[in-house]
């Protein structure tokens, strides 16, 4: 089966002890069970060139004050690339994953 896009990155930033974090983020999926895993990705740059990488999907809170955000705004899928620059990962790309990863990742 083909890879199927996850995600167009909007936005990134470097975290040196992380590495790059692109957005956006996602909900968790219902039967979601891991903190996190990683997986292979295929990148597509703006300009079309390809490139293959490592993937972590990590399971995060997020910290809001609002006590009208819900549960969902809480709590989110995040996308580090380990070992990849924001030259890898430019603004525009589209990240492509397996199809179970897909399924997995969207809760499908």
């Not at 167009?8 to 590495?19: R, T, Y």
Request: proline residues 6%; neutral net charge.
């Amino acid at each position: 089966m083909r890879d199927q896009l996850l995600l167009a990155v909007e936005n990134h930033f470097l975290l040196e002890k992380s590495g790059l974090i692109i957005l956006p983020d996602m909900p968790v999926p219902a039967n979601w069970k891991q903190l996190s895993y990683e997986t292979t990705v295929k990148i597509e740059k703006p300009e079309g060139s390809l490139l293959e990488l490592q993937l972590m999907v990590n399971w995060a809170h997020f910290n809001i004050r609002d006590p009208k955000a819900t549960i969902d705004q809480r709590w989110r899928l995040t996308f580090t690339f380990p070992d990849a620059s924001k030259t890898d990962v430019p603004v525009g790309s589209k990240v492509y994953v397996s199809a179970a990863d897909h399924a997995k990742i969207k809760g499908v």
